[in-house]
């Protein structure tokens, strides 16, 4: 089963990072889930406001910024993913330490700089 990236605050704006991040993610063949403000459909991937809790997250990609994130807390650790990127703006050293005591790595990293320099998946 191939590992998929779930996008926290995805967006239907091709200005927002989050647009950005779901494309680059789609263009380098790595699946992705997103949750977002609003419901919709980007590149034909449902934009959801449900917490699905899905079996195969792999990595999970934050574009709330840390005081919306508490709402979130709960449910990405139930996901257990391998790993939670913080990207610019999104920095939340609370959230990160409780990630990292359940054995789930952080990065304080741009998905776009992870994924134009080829160690998204390292």
Known sequence: ???KTLIIGASLKPERYSYKAAK???ANGIDIYMIGNRPGV???NEIT???IVYPDVDTVTMYVSAKN???YYDYIKSLNPRRVIFNPGTENSEFARQLEQRGIAT???CTLVLLATKVYNN
């Open 1 to 3: 089963m191939k590992e």
């Open 24 to 26: 680059q993610l789609l």
């Open 42 to 44: 980007l590149f034909n």
């Open 49 to 51: 406001k449900e917490q």
């Open 69 to 71: 994130q508490k709402g």
């Open 107 to 109: 990065e304080e990293a």
